[in-house]
């Protein structure tokens, strides 16, 4: 699912991701975030608990195509494991990783 959510002073797109799929979903909705000129992505994986190589290089693609548009991409990451996949992969140095949607919109 893809959502535009005012956040006060400025737009971000949400995108939130299924366990049994999601890249797809990632791709779509940066692609329309940047064709409508948005500057915020995040991407909500719920309580998604796990994620292949392939999963993890579309969000590391994604967030780079977005930051060099200018703009800021976030995930929002309930799972520790998950989270913790983050930090162990060092995706987290360049993948802002938040526990709630809330923090993740507000940077």
């Known amino acids: 699912m ?10 971000a797109v949400l995108i939130r991701c299924s366990e049994s799929g999601g890249a797809e979903g990632v791709v779509r909705g940066v692609d329309l975030a940047l ?3 948005q500057t915020t992505v995040v ?3 719920g309580e ?6 392939d999963f993890l290089n579309v969000l590391y693609r994604s967030g780079q195509r ?3 548009a ?5 995930l929002v990451c309930a799972d520790l494991r998950m989270r913790r996949l983050f ?4 995706l987290s140095w360049s993948l802002p990783v938040y526990e709630t949607r809330e923090d993740a919109l507000a940077g």
Do not use: K, P
Not at 2 to 11: F, K, L, P, S
Not at 48 to 53: G, K, L, M
């Open 70 to 74: 200018g703009g800021r991409f976030a």
């Open 66 to 68: 977005v930051r060099d």
């Open 2 to 11: 893809i959502e535009v959510r005012d956040e006060g002073a400025h737009q």
């Open 87 to 90: 930090d162990v992969t060092l």
């Open 35 to 37: 064709q409508l000129g």
């Open 48 to 53: 998604r608990q796990a994620a292949d190589a």
């Open 43 to 45: 991407v909500d994986l």
